[in-house]
Nanobody, 126 residues
Framework: QAQLVESGGGLVQAGGSLRLSCAAS???????RGWFRQAPGKEREFVGA????????YYADSVRGRFAISRDKDKNTDYLQMNNLKPEAAAVYYC????????????????????WGQGTQVTVSS
C-alpha cells in the first residue's frame, strides 16, 4: 500500500507561482512518481515526473521551462514548483506512484501509475 497526499493548491493570478507538495508514505521508496492534472470536462494529462534512481525530469511541453519537480528523499516528499501560471493551468493536480517494475520511459502514461493522491485544486485568475 502507498499513500500520497497533495497540498499547496489555491487561487493565484495569471503569471503567479505556486508550489505543490506530495507527501508519500507506505511503499513508495524506489517507485517512480509523477504529477498529473485534470480540468473539468477534460482527460487527465501528464504534467511532469522525475525518475527515482537517476532523477531525470520529464515535463509536458506545455509546462517545460515554467514548472520544476524536486524531491526531498529524507521527507519522502515531491514538490511541483509552478511559475508563470496561465489560466489554462487551472485544474486538480494529482501526484501518483508508479506500479511495480514500471519502465522509467513510461512516466507519461497515467495507466502506469497504481496509487493516486486525492488531488489539490489550482485556480488561476486572468
Amino acid at each position: 500500500q502507498a499513500q500520497l497526499v497533495e497540498s499547496g493548491g489555491g487561487l493565484v493570478q495569471a503569471g503567479g507561482s505556486l508550489r505543490l507538495s506530495c507527501a508519500a508514505s507506505g511503499r513508495t521508496f524506489g517507485y517512480e512518481r509523477g504529477w498529473f492534472r485534470q480540468a473539468p470536462g477534460k482527460e487527465r494529462e501528464f504534467v511532469g515526473a522525475t525518475t527515482w534512481s537517476s532523477e531525470i525530469p520529464y515535463y509536458a511541453d506545455s509546462v517545460r521551462g515554467r514548472f520544476a519537480i524536486s524531491r526531498d528523499k529524507d521527507k519522502n516528499t515531491d514538490y511541483l514548483q509552478m511559475n508563470n501560471l496561465k489560466p489554462e493551468a487551472a485544474a486538480v493536480y494529482y501526484c501518483a506512484r508508479g506500479r511495480d517494475l514500471m519502465p522509467s520511459n513510461e512516466v507519461r502514461a497515467h495507466d502506469e501509475y497504481e496509487y493516486w493522491g486525492q488531488g489539490t485544486q489550482v485556480t488561476v485568475s486572468s
